[in-house]
């Protein structure tokens, strides 16, 4: 199972990057593992705001469909276009393969997420 360190996670099995003024937001590896093969992702509108652990948009797998839940407060700048048409471009990397890109709104929440060993740990117990 691949973590990255310099990323952030959600106890629901998202992951957060922050770089610069945005932050990326994706799925984890566990969690495109524990799903299977994806075959849709609902991606929100860019510039829509959402509050931290809200309801984003959701993946659809072989196996089951999954909410996606933002880790932070905060406004979507992009979305990863290339996933409407590939969206197994997840299971292939779910890191490189983002699925929104946010304007970070309460930078303290940052700090309420689950760091890369603490993750790992979660996942242990799982």
């Known amino acids: 199972m691949k973590i990255l360190k310099e990323a952030l996670y959600t106890k629901d099995h998202e ?23 994806i075959v849709f992702v609902d991606l929100p509108e860019v510039d829509s705001e959402f509050e931290k652990a809200e309801v984003f948009g959701a993946v659809e797998s072989v196996k089951a469909a999954s909410d996606l839940y933002i880790p932070v407060s905060g406004r979507v700048l992009e979305i990863n276009e290339e996933l409407i048409d590939n969206p197994e471009y997840i299971n292939q990397d779910p890191y490189k393969n983002w699925i929104i890109s946010i304007e970070v709104m309460d930078n303290s929440q940052l700090g309420e997420l689950l760091a890369a060993e603490d993750y790992e740990k979660l996942c242990g117990e799982e």
């Open 15 to 37: 992951w957060i990057k922050v770089d610069g003024d945005r932050a990326y937001v994706g799925i984890t590896d566990f969690a495109q593992d524990s799903l299977g093969d």
